[in-house]
């Protein structure tokens, strides 16, 4: 079944999480190089759990999309809008790139721009805001070059593996984002 294109950009494009997807976001969680940074090493997802992951995301009017590369049609990962809050225009941003083939060659940077772009000229929102794990410096960069400012630090907020780990908190506005990005969106 061909995937809808929803969101253009020149190496990739975002399409809607179909109940299709659930195999591939199991096999991406399940794969500790990817769900470490995201703090997805507590259990071991399987098809169920994606399932009702996917009826989650219908319930609460989350925004989630597939990353798929443009150049071969392939699935790469996925990002998302969550806790959308239409009155203060606020939501949580998350991204993911689960084909580790892919890492450091701009989709993260791409997907990001595609989906606050969406945020905040289609959804009209005004603050996407966002938790980083502080050794993630790879994803701080990304989110730095795309307008994120960092905002606060929570100390020893998750433990994983028996160590404690601390989170950066980052905003950016929606004139920020016209700012930093005005022309490089799609």
């Excluded at 500790?32 to 609460?60: C, G, W, Y």
């Excluded at 009017?61 to 809008?81: K, M, Q, S, T």
């Excluded at 980083?132 to 905002?151: D, L, S």
């Amino acid at each position: 079944m061909e995937r809808l294109e929803k969101l253009s950009g020149r190496k990739c494009y975002l399409s809607p999480l179909r109940e299709e997807d659930t195999y591939i976001l199991a096999k991406w969680q399940n794969d500790p190089e990817v769900s470490f940074p995201l703090n997805n090493t507590h259990r071991q997802l399987d098809m169920n759990a994606e399932k009702e992951f996917l009826e989650m995301i219908r319930q609460n009017g989350w925004h989630y999309f597939i990353i798929v590369a443009r150049n071969d049609g392939e699935p790469i990962g996925a990002c998302f809008l969550l806790e959308v809050d239409m009155h203060n225009r606020t939501a949580e941003f998350g991204i993911f790139i689960g084909d580790k083939t892919r890492w450091k060659q701009g989709y993260a940077t791409e997907a990001t721009r595609l989906i606050l772009d969406y945020g905040f000229r289609v959804l009209t929102l005004h603050n996407i805001w966002l938790r980083v794990f502080a050794f993630n410096t790879a994803a701080m960069k990304v989110y730095r070059r795309v307008g994120f400012k960092e905002i606060g630090f929570q100390r020893e907020i998750r433990l994983m593996n028996g160590k404690y780990y601390d989170f950066y908190m980052m905003d950016i506005l929606s004139e920020e984002f016209e700012g930093v990005n005005h022309g490089t969106v799609g």
